[in-house]
């Protein structure tokens, strides 16, 4: 006899959402910072998504037929998705072979070794670009820079991020006025005319994107919003108490990773909690963590770890926020 399916109890929510559906609308949502990173960067960064992309989805497809010898699911776009997402992540110079050892880690480590998609405790393009970070530090922390006129990337010109600035500014006793000298204008942040990883820097694109995927209800606001107003906030007390020795506000929300990771890291279905109340805590503490590790942090950013280390927290929130049960009584308070 075979083993009964066990379900859980009614009601149950139908949609017409599949899981590629709701990957692929990713993928649109990413395609105004892929075109910004083409433009800035050039032929590098499409050669960068093109190999993190085939070697995720190659190893993915390989792995699942001849190694765990289960169903082959390729197909579905999460792969194609974490190969995108892990090349926004890393520097469009990056070696070749790293980038596909990258890919093999997120792939095979990350979400594989896990069960696959479902299954997998971090999200696995983070788990690849941190493993890249900790072995490679030099490769990965080597920035390219686009020529005066923003379209050609020259491999040899590489310079800081502009929290890199920020950091070894203040580590020499610069102050914040000098520092600022040096730093990008608003507009180019908000444009990504930056160095940076392939497809963190440009605000613009990624807000747009990030619209789209709440306009078709693939992600709700809770946990982007969260985790960009607790930025706000902690980057703004320290900023108002002593303005020469930290960034304003705008700068740690424009720079780095933080509306890549809160519009599109961080909201993995997968990884992030079930509940409403659940996303608000769990993306309170990635902005508390990215803000503690960029201020006083050996790194400059602080958003991937953030992420991981607010994902292993995800199942203990899952069990303390349960959502209530259908028919359960409503607790209310007599007068």
């Avoid at 190969?83 to 880690?105: E, R």
Wanted: contains cysteine.
């Amino acid at each position: 006899m075979a083993d009964p399916i066990i379900i859980s109890a009614s009601p149950h929510v139908h949609s017409n959402k599949s899981t590629k559906n709701l990957m692929y609308d990713v993928l649109y949502a990413l395609i105004p910072a892929f075109l910004v990173s083409i433009y800035v960067f050039g032929v590098s960064a499409l050669v960068l998504t093109s190999v993190a992309v085939a070697s995720c989805v190659l190893f993915e497809y390989v792995i699942q037929k001849y190694l765990l010898k289960t169903t082959v699911t390729v197909s579905d776009g999460s792969a194609l998705i974490t190969g995108i997402l892990l090349a926004f992540n890393l520097p469009s110079n990056l070696p070749i072979w790293m980038i596909i050892l990258g890919s093999l880690v997120a792939i095979g480590v990350a979400k594989l070794s896990f069960g696959g998609l479902g299954y997998n405790i971090f999200n696995p393009a983070l788990v690849g670009r941190v493993f890249l970070l900790i072995s490679f530090p030099v490769q990965m922390t080597s920035w390219p820079t686009a020529v005066e006129n923003n379209t050609t990337l020259v491999d040899a010109v590489t310079s800081e991020t502009t929290l890199g600035i920020i950091k070894e500014g203040l580590m020499y006793g610069d102050t914040m006025t000098t520092i600022s000298e040096k730093l990008p204008s608003t507009i180019d942040l908000l444009l990504g005319i930056t160095g940076g990883s392939a497809g963190e820097m440009s605000a613009l694109a990624l807000i747009l994107g990030g619209i789209f995927l709440l306009a078709r209800k693939v992600i709700t606001w809770h946990i982007p919003i969260t985790i960009l107003v607790t930025m706000t906030v902690m980057t703004g007390i320290f900023w108002l108490i002593n303005p020469e020795q930290y960034a304003n506000p705008l700068i740690h929300l424009l720079s780095g990773g933080a509306i890549l990771g809160a519009f599109y890291m961080a909201t993995d279905l997968v990884t992030s909690p079930m509940t409403k109340k659940g996303m608000i805590v769990f993306a309170i503490g990635i902005g508390v963590i990215t803000v503690v590790i960029r201020l006083f942090g050996a790194y400059p950013e602080g958003v991937s770890f953030a992420i991981l280390i607010m994902n292993a927290f995800v199942p203990l929130i899952n069990k303390y926020f349960k959502p209530r049960r259908f028919g359960s009584p409503i607790k209310s308070k007599i007068v």
